[in-house]
């Protein structure tokens, strides 16, 4: 069974920084380096947001990032560990949230741009909760 | 960014009676390759969410096929043909063209009468 484990979640100060990590087993067809990685997070009580994802490195490993954090969230990868990352630095009060990892589909039409992305494994998410 | 809108925001059902909920985005989701790029998810009580239909009416992996999909453009709808108990939770709509962002709907609540 395709798991993904998020860790590294915990109480932090406003203005600091704290690592999240994204840990990947159990991928029988192809492993964890083939997939897509995204991230979202869900404030408490409220709905989901999405914050970024990282290709594939056969995709580009390239990133993609939500404007709202987009200049504080970093989103990185280790396949050979099977772990992606979310660097957060500059954390907010506005970031208590759980945090999730997914697996990323990807759909191909034969033109790049045609690409379709959809979320089929989730991890039971992390939470972090900034106060002072 | 796209705008997604669902109603209702609570929905009340019996066992084995129908539910359908609607989602609008605020501009079409429907690509020049025929697909509709909207995804359906629930989240149950405590869990995270799960996927449940990719391109506007494919059924994820194990999925009853009590659910279903439907619906092009800026209108989508996800209908129950039998409710259980164990379908209760959150069902977002995310639209997945107009990206980055994903952005998802505020959420249905279903719940048991």
């Known amino acids: 069974e395709v798991q993904l484990v998020e860790s590294g979640g915990g109480l932090v100060q406003p203005g600091r920084s704290l690592r999240l990590s994204c840990t990947g087993s159990g991928f029988t067809f192809g492993d964890f380096g083939e997939y897509g990685i995204s991230w979202f997070r869900q404030a408490p009580g409220k709905g989901l947001e999405w914050l970024g994802f990282i290709r594939s490195k056969a995709n580009g490993g390239t990133t993609e990032n939500a404007a709202s954090v987009k200049d504080r969230f970093t989103i990185s990868r280790d396949d050979s560990k099977s772990i992606a990352y979310v660097q957060m630095n500059s954390l907010k009060i506005e970031d208590t949230a759980i945090y999730y990892c997914t697996r990323v589909q990807v759909l191909k039409f034969g033109v790049p741009h045609w690409d379709y992305y959809y979320m089929d494994v989730w991890g039971k998410g992390t939470t972090v909760t900034v106060s002072s | ?113």
């Open chain 2, 1 to 113: 960014d796209i705008v997604m809108t669902q109603s209702p925001i609570s929905l009340p059902v019996s066992p084995g009676e129908p539910a359908s909920i609607s989602c609008r985005s605020s501009q079409s989701l429907l690509h020049g390759n025929g697909y509709n790029y909207l995804d359906w998810y629930l989240q149950k009580p405590g869990q995270s969410p799960q996927l449940l239909i990719y391109l506007g009416s494919n059924r994820a992996s194990g999925v009853p096929d009590r659910f279903s999909g439907s619906g092009s453009g800026t209108d989508f709808t996800l209908k129950i043909s039998r409710v259980e108990a164990e379908d209760v939770g959150v069902y977002y709509c995310m639209q997945a063209l107009h990206t980055p962002p994903f952005t998802f709907g505020p959420g249905t609540k279903v719940d048991i009468k």
